[in-house]
């Protein structure tokens, strides 16, 4: 094998693709719980009805932008991070820890200050982690198998969205007050799920590596980039950026258009369906473009999915009965999905090696950026709702701004040049 500061050329076992990505499962079940169904139910008990997007998106937003820059950071200092247990685990340890303290605080919360901490230090833990789980993947996949690891990690993520979605959309009652118990159920997964990882992800020892940068340092080093060097690097997560402004839309204030458009009575079950409609075009289509985009290259299939989650927006817009929003958001959930795996294995392709933390950890400038820029639609729905009550001018607007975005991501992947194949010569994008 390779110094831990490259990629593994071992051809991956499905055991070692397994344990590098079941920690996503125990990640995406708590924030699908917590952004999806938890937080925006708790909330409707301590903000103004007309001010509910807005508080939603705010809180919501703050955390992402501290996500998006701890995410970053805490991949950085993994890069140079020096034991005998690897350079990846033991930050990923260290916020696990800690994550379940700011859970144990979000149980018990009863009112918008305890939400805040507990959430906000979610962010920060959480995120702590997430950089350095980020490195795995390139770091013990050689290129060849980075479509079907990118697939694998994408269908955990899915299915930690499905259980959460479905089974806290059925167990978290409307009338509750605090988290509770849900928040005790998202610790024993997180503890699970990460567990695996940590203790049989194959990791060497990095203490051949210098010694740990202090997060200042860590600053420093991630701002030495050589951006024109890694130019299609920078343009595709600009495409995942512009992408997922519209899709963290929807997804942030689903709960309240189900609320307030389909007229649901228990609109935080129907929620946690609807999602799941949309999750589940996206797992349908995640892993069959996991091995297409190992065959044909990632970049077409950006294309066909930003066209395909412009079309799922633009029915979302007409949907009217529960009925109807589950079909028309399976359209859009299978462009995200098709997205998200081609999106991912071409960031892996193009991130240098020797730096796979501190690029990977990068992407969450689109990914968290994206979801907190999408945050602030929620004064535009307020304001647009009150405009004429009873239209719903917001949520028409959130669909039609999803589209419109998805559209422009396919047209900024002019930019990206994909790397060549063997055999292949040097072609530039058009």
């Known amino acids: 094998m390779t110094s831990a500061s490259a990629t593994s050329t071992r051809r991956a076992s499905a055991w070692d693709l397994f344990a590098l990505n079941v920690c996503w499962i125990g990640l995406a079940f708590m924030w699908n719980s917590l952004h999806n169904i938890l937080l925006p139910a708790v909330l409707l008990h301590y903000v103004p009805d007309e001010r509910k997007n807005t508080i939603l998106g705010l809180l919501t937003g703050a ?3 501290i996500a998006m820059v701890v995410q970053p950071v805490s991949g950085a200092i993994s890069d140079r991070w020096a034991s005998r247990w690897g350079r990846r685990r033991p930050l990923i340890v260290i916020g696990l820890l800690f994550d379940f303290v700011f859970l144990g605080i979000l149980a018990f919360a009863g009112g918008i200050p305890a939400l805040a901490i507990g959430y ?4 920060i833990s959480s995120n702590l982690a997430h950089g350095p789980m980020q ?9 060849d198998g980075l479509g079907r690891g990118s697939a694998l990690k994408n269908s955990f993520d899915i299915g930690g969205m499905i259980v959460a979605l479905l089974f806290m959309g059925r167990l978290f009652s409307p009338e509750a007050t605090r988290l509770g118990g849900s928040a005790g159920i998202v610790i024993a997964v997180m503890a699970v799920s990460t567990g695996i990882t940590v203790l049989w992800a194959r990791e060497e020892s990095s203490l051949h590596l210098p010694k ?3 997060v200042g340092e860590s600053l420093k080093e991630m701002a030495r980039i050589d951006w024109r060097k890694n130019a299609p690097f920078a343009w595709l997560v600009v495409v995942r950026l512009v992408f997922f402004l519209g899709v963290y839309g929807i997804q942030a204030f689903a709960q309240y258009y189900v609320r307030d458009v389909l007229k649901a009575e228990n609109f935080v079950q129907v929620t946690g369906d609807l999602l799941a409609a949309i999750v589940f075009g996206i797992l349908a289509f995640s892993f069959i473009s996991g091995f297409l985009s190992d065959r044909v290259g990632p970049k077409p299939l950006h294309v066909a999915a930003a066209l395909l989650a412009a079309v799922g927006s633009v029915l979302m817009l007409m949907a009217r009965t529960p009925t ?3 079909i028309f958001g399976g359209v859009l959930g299978a462009g ?8 991912w294995a071409l960031l892996n392709q193009l991130a240098p090696p020797e730096e796979a933390g501190k690029f990977m950890g990068l992407t969450n400038l689109a990914t968290a950026g994206g979801g907190a820029l999408a945050r602030l639609f929620g004064p535009a729905i307020d304001g647009l709702n009150l405009l004429q009550p009873g239209a719903n001018l917001g949520y028409s607007f959130l669909f039609i701004s999803s589209a419109v ?3 422009i991501s396919a047209l900024i992947l002019r930019r990206v040049v994909a790397p060549q194949k063997k055999g292949e010569t040097s072609v530039q994008s058009v």
């Open 63 to 65: 955390g992402l932008v």
């Open 120 to 123: 906000l230090g979610l962010q």
């Open 135 to 143: 490195g795995l993947l390139p770091d013990r996949v050689p290129p």
């Open 212 to 214: 740990g940068r202090s």
């Open 324 to 326: 109807t929003a589950l």
């Open 336 to 343: 995200v999905g098709v997205f998200l795996t081609a999106n």
């Open 405 to 407: 975005f998805a559209v």
